[in-house]
């Protein structure tokens, strides 16, 4: 389960965290509060530091109830885990990391629509980051979207091109298609090389020695098992 909800352990600290609505909420209490000062009499630069050190308090304690819920998540309380990305998303919902794990939480209770909602919200707050890319490449496989399963893996691919997890997703979803396109046996040649878990060694060396026949995919490994 802990590969399964990715490594955000490690990416939280550099991921940048903020959102727009929670930033307009704060405009408008910020601007009330000053309120008695005529407009020509304001500075903008304080006006400006004030918010930033506001937005700067707000991830603060997002990020505080983010890590409760990590915690929550590493005991398999998913419950408490879901409660805790919740304040935190309540406390400011820019925080991407806490969208992408209470995505998590939501497709492993099967709530495939929420989960969606999550991975798309937590995919554009940290742009850069490949686990929610991956994630909705999940909630769309076990769909059986599998055509947008497959773009999501690839997006995923682009910003973490020697990842295991997302080759082996990708390939799966490849020859799920029935995908039959050099790439296609490049990326699964690469993840030969790449690969350490025996079962998944297995499904890509008979990928490859089937590749030349069109033979169907035999014992694939399950969506579960990408993980």
């Not at 350490?196 to 694939?220: A, C, I, N, V, Y």
Request: charge should be neutral; hydrophobic fraction near 45%.
């Amino acid at each position: 389960m802990q590969r399964f909800r990715r490594t955000l352990a490690r990416v939280v600290a550099a991921l940048p965290s903020a959102r727009l609505m929670v930033g307009a909420l704060v405009s408008l209490s910020l601007l009330a509060a000053a309120g008695c000062a005529s407009a020509p009499q304001s500075d903008p630069q304080k006006t400006a530091d004030a918010l930033q050190r506001e937005r700067d308090k707000l991830e603060r304690d997002a990020g505080r109830l983010y890590r409760l819920g990590a915690l929550a998540f590493e005991q398999d309380k998913l419950d408490a885990a879901a409660d805790h990305f919740t304040r935190a998303l309540a406390t400011y919902d820019y925080y991407g990391p806490a969208h992408n794990d209470l995505g998590v939480v939501h497709l492993l209770q099967g709530d495939l629509y929420a989960a969606a909602m999550e991975f798309d919200v937590a995919s554009r707050q940290i742009p850069d980051a490949h686990e929610p890319h991956y994630n909705l490449g999940l909630v769309f496989e076990r769909a059986g979207s599998l055509a947008q399963a497959a773009e999501a893996y690839e997006a995923a691919l682009k910003r973490a091109p020697g990842d295991v997890h997302v080759i082996g997703a990708l390939a799966r979803t490849y020859v799920k298609l029935d995908t039959k396109d050099a790439a296609v046996a490049e990326l699964i040649a690469d993840g030969l090389l790449k690969e350490s878990r025996p079962e998944w060694q297995h499904w890509m060396r008979m990928q490859m020695l089937r590749s030349g026949r069109g033979s169907g995919p035999q014992e694939m490994p399950s969506i579960i098992g990408a993980q």
